[in-house]
């Protein structure tokens, strides 16, 4: 019989610290990671996720939803785009991206996070 999980952010099943300016907070649920990431003003994946991953952009798909603030988004090829408080977003692999402003901006990510900002 199927029985219904419930976790909680306040207790995470880990918390990945970024290289400076947030984190992940990472549960399982039914054997998929979900993860609540923190991005503070001044966060940059290439300043402070890079170090973590080792490749030139982040090469993990995203599928999310942006609890508060801004971020924007840079792909290889040059398009960019900006996600606000409310807006839900997939983002393929080979970008970068940074937080727009003086707020954290907060996301809830259910894509192919299982080694997102891992260390090993």
Not at 10 to 35: C, I, L
Not at 36 to 46: I, L, N
Not at 53 to 80: F, I
């Amino acid at each position: 019989m199927a029985t219904i999980e419930i976790k909680s952010f306040r207790q995470p099943d880990e918390t990945r610290k970024f290289e400076g300016n947030g984190q992940a907070d990472v549960v399982t649920m039914a054997g998929r990671p979900v993860a609540r990431g923190t991005f503070e003003p001044g966060w940059r994946w290439s300043d402070n996720v890079r170090p973590i991953a080792g490749t030139d952009l982040c090469e993990v798909s995203h599928l999310g939803y942006c609890l508060s603030g801004r971020m924007r988004v840079r792909m290889s090829d040059g398009a960019q785009e900006e996600v606000g408080a409310g807006d839900v977003v997939a983002i393929p692999p080979g970008h970068d991206a940074e937080v727009v402003g003086d707020e954290p901006c907060v996301l809830l990510d259910f894509g192919e996070i299982a080694e997102y900002a891992k260390r090993s």
